[in-house]
T-cell receptor, first 111, second 115 residues
């Protein structure tokens, strides 16, 4: 099946810093989602982005489907950005929504 | 509107007991998914329901696990004769049609601890 690798596994920042999280996948995809899992375990949808670029406030994401990677950018980080960031994909040609998740990037933002 | 809801939030049980976990999808969503998240890990797919089609059970780890869904509403995930390795967070998600090109929305999860 499709493999999803996220990097870095851990990231520690000072408040106000910028960061880039990466997601590599091993095959073509027709769905890619970024999630933030907060300290209470809730998975929050950030982006649905199988290709192209999207922005939402301080967060933006770019997926280059032909090169099989996606990037999540966090600018001017805040302590509330702390948590685990997951990339999840659905392999191209799959007719329904069985998401395959990466192992996540643990982000800690210090005040 | 209301998001995906799950109950109970937390469940502590003894090894060998059966447990039932419940999921209420977003109203109007025809597709429902169960995932499991072990401590420090990403999510693993368990089972998928779409409308009245036969569910995809390919992710269920053993025959102790089963799930049901009535129409396009509530789903229950049942774990029989629980084992300590079943301890995990069980998350439910729903989406509008179940196709591969739409957003899945997750509930808050049920944290299961098997002693």
């Amino acid at each position: 099946g499709i493999q999803v690798e996220q990097s870095p596994p851990d990231l520690i920042l000072q408040e106000g810093a910028n960061s880039t999280l990466r997601c590599n996948f091993s095959d073509s995809v027709n769905n890619l989602q970024w999630f933030h899992q907060n300290p209470w375990g809730q998975l929050i949808n950030l982006f649905y982005i199988p290709s192209g670029t999207k922005q939402n406030g301080r967060l933006s994401a770019t997926t280059v489907a032909t090169e099989r990677y996606s990037l999540l950018y966090i600018s001017s980080s805040q302590t509330t950005d702390s948590g685990v960031y997951f990339c999840a994909v659905i392999a191209g040609g799959t007719s329904y929504g069985k998401l395959t998740f990466g192992q996540g990037t643990i982000l800690t933002v210090h005040p | 509107g209301a998001g995906v809801s799950q109950s109970p939030s937390n469940k502590v049980t003894e090894k060998g007991k059966d447990v039932e976990l419940r999921c209420d999808p977003i109203s109007g969503h025809t597709a429902l998914y169960w995932y499991r998240q072990r401590l420090g890990q990403g999510l693993e797919f368990l089972i998928y329901f779409q409308g009245n089609s036969a569910p995809d059970k390919s992710g269920l780890p053993s025959d102790r696990f089963s799930a049901e869904r009535t129409g396009e509403s509530v789903s229950t995930l049942t774990i029989q004769r629980t084992q300590q390795e079943d301890s995990a967070v069980y998350l439910c998600a729903s989406s509008l049609y179940g196709g591969g090109q739409e957003t899945q929305y997750f509930g808050p999860g049920t944290r299961l601890l098997v002693l």
